[in-house]
């Protein structure tokens, strides 16, 4: 089995796992132990967080709300940078989790051109920061958010789980350079992780009370529902000369609470003993920004006006999920898999 990258050994500092016969029967929905969620304050960290606790986990939050919300969680809150070793291990310390969520990273594409030095700090070194005093503690297992920008851009769509991974952007650099971190640590030290390459994240809490809060918004779904609540006069699509369906780009857009549940059963499954886990997380429909736009007219009952402008740089035409590993390995299927079930959540 490809995917399985590491699994058990003799590793400095971590307990010897051993892959048993129940391994295959554990129940992959429910992580084993408290949980610390490095960013657990932002958009899909808050999710899980909530996610976590309608799951009975024990969890706290380590996030120095730089762009999170502290009132977006109820669960102990730590505030405390990644830049800080000290910090981090008096959070590993107080909390002693089983395991790490890692949610914080730098994720603008544009800013990561202009300014890449932020996103090499801030992925690449606080995420050695935190891994490093991980090993300290002795806490093995982490997932971490990862996304289908390493792959760069697609010689094949739908993309397949084992896609060439090409960054075209520092961005995924630097989320590349984070997973071949884990995947030496892994090799060297025992780690146990799991790199979850996401599609593109939308969507709102199912249960309500929390939903997605960026300053600037950049992303398609919130600016076309702040159309349509009148906040912004319109829309801009940017490119309509793709070779897609209607011209304008494809996306496949996955609910922030799937994510959440991928990122409950990739522990889980780590936590099992099951070996280490690189696979994305997308729902393998594809919808073009028209199609997203004419979807939320439907929902909301608003015009929502649209105006073609020029290609964003670095957009690919389509980016859409191939492959099943998430589905095969954590038995992870998308409830919220129809993009108007996402829209109107975040509606
Ligand atoms: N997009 C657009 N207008 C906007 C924002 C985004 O046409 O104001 C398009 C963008 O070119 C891309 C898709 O919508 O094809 C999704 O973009 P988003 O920024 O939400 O996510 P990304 O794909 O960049 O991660």
Same mark, same amino acid.
């Given at each position: ?30 992580? %084993?132990?408290?949980? @610390? ?57 107080? $909390? ?33 920061? @935190? ?22 851009? &697609? ?21 590349? $350079? ?17 790199? @979850?390459?996401y599609f593109n994240a939308a ?12 300053? &600037?918004?950049? $992303? ?10 009148? %906040? ?21 857009y996955i609910h922030v609470d ?12 780590? %936590?099992?003993?099951?070996?280490? @886990? ?23 009952? %608003? ?7 020029? +290609? +964003? ?20 299927? &998308? ?8 829209? +109107?959540?975040?509606?």
């Open positions: 089995m490809a995917w399985v990258l590491a699994g058990s050994g003799r590793r400095r500092g971590y307990a010897v796992h051993v892959m048993t016969s129940e391994a295959n029967s554990i129940d992959l929905t429910q992580p %084993q132990g408290p949980v @610390l969620v490095v960013g657990g304050a932002g958009y899909i960290g808050s999710h899980c967080v909530a996610l976590l606790q309608r799951r009975g986990v024990e969890v706290a939050v380590f996030d120095d709300l730089s762009t999170g919300h502290a009132e977006a969680i109820s669960a102990p809150l730590v505030v405390g940078s990644l830049g800080d070793r000290e910090a981090i291990a008096a959070a590993l310390e107080a $909390h002693r989790p089983s395991a790490v969520i890692h949610f914080a990273a730098k994720c603008y594409v544009g800013e990561s051109v202009t300014d890449p030095a932020i996103y090499y700090r801030e992925n690449v070194h606080y995420t050695w920061n @935190l891994l490093e005093e991980m090993r300290a503690a002795s806490v093995s297992d982490i997932v971490f958010s990862s996304t289908c920008a390493t792959y760069g851009e &697609p010689r094949e769509v739908p993309i397949p789980d084992d896609h060439p991974q090409d960054p075209i952007n520092p961005y995924g650099r630097t989320k590349l $350079h984070m997973e071949h971190m884990m995947r030496d640590y892994s090799r060297a030290y025992g780690m146990r992780y799991a790199a @979850l390459r969507g709102a809490a199912t249960a309500g009370g929390i939903g997605e809060d960026h300053s &600037p918004e950049t $992303h398609l779904i919130p600016l076309v529902l702040e159309v349509a609540l009148g %906040q912004r006069e319109k829309i801009m699509v940017f490119g309509d000369d793709y070779e897609t369906r209607d011209g304008t780009c494809i996306r496949d799937d994510l959440g549940d991928a990122h409950l059963r990739a522990l889980a499954h780590l %936590q099992a003993g099951r070996g280490d @886990l690189e696979c994305h997380l997308g729902t393998g429909n594809g919808f073009t920004v028209m199609e997203i736009i004419e979807a939320a007219r439907e929902i909301t009952g %608003q015009a929502i006006p649209a105006e073609v402008v020029a +290609r +964003r740089e670095g957009d690919p035409a389509m980016l859409v999920a191939g492959g099943s590993r998430a589905f095969d390995v954590l038995g992870w299927r &998308p409830a919220r898999g129809d993009v108007r079930d996402v829209i +109107r959540d975040a509606w």
